[in-house]
């Protein structure tokens, strides 16, 4: 037995199935019904495909008529807004760092930063970062997304390592794999669903 | 760490998750009523207003500890906004997500704490 799951616009109705053997893994259609099942049998992870052939869904139930393609796809944007996140990371410890003064009165607010340019590219940044990141959570829900951007989180130490040429310890390492490990996770079901959509 | 640094880093904190799901909210509404609508544009204004607070807090701290120091703490708003995010915006939140969110957050502590 395992939970069947259909969606509409409005809420999600749940019954329990019984599957015919070796079922698990493949697509489970049942005729005269407007939804499909799909089963990862390794986590016994439930993957809800919304009907085909009327309007079609989004995993955010909404209708996804004009969904974008190109420039405007939603998973590009997400790469260029982790892109610029990356850059301006940088940019922004080596500004900060510039014209620290930690003991003036307003240090705490870090006001005093804007005083170096490199911030003020690093800003220019996070607002193209930001623009793209709005387009994402137009179309892509919160919990995935937002795991997904902190790919930034290892790329900062990777980045260090090949244009800096600072050390990586085994331990820093482990987290880098624990990371990749954790986005694949998150990206897999997304993976299965842009396919058959 | 100081009393101070830990309110700053919880705040800095706190003050990104709140934006990310107001954003998200208002971003939302776009696809029912478009943009021109006081909704929308007192949401992202509200989103953007949190972000500078953040952004400012964190320029503060960075002038004060190492970025690797500060990083352990961005890592945990991995879990927060996953965890708010199935209960503010009743997102799906399944077990695989759940785990994906844990390990990425575990690994970025790691990398940070090295």
Known sequence: MIRCCRNSPTHTTCELIRLPRRSTRHCHYRSGESYRCVFASSLRLQIIIPPLRETSFDMTNQPMRHRPSGFGNPWLQLALSVLCVLVS??????????VAEPNSAWSWTGVNGLASPLVWWAILLIIASFVSWLYVLRYIPLTIAFPLSRVVDILVPLGC????GEFISTLRWCGIALVVIGLALVAKPIAQIEERL | MSFLAFFLIVASLLSFVMAQLVL?????????????NLKFSSRVAGGIALMTISFFLTLGLLQRFDLSYLYPFQGLSVIFITVTAAVVLKEKLNLQLTIGALLI??????????
């Open chain 1, 89 to 98: 990371e940088f940019l922004l410890k080596r500004g900060a760092a510039d």
């Open chain 1, 161 to 164: 390592w090949i244009f800096l």
């Open chain 2, 24 to 36: 998200k909210r208002a971003m939302e509404s776009t696809r029912k009523s478009g943009f021109l």
């Open chain 2, 105 to 114: 957050s575990a690994g970025i502590v790691l990398v940070s704490l090295s």
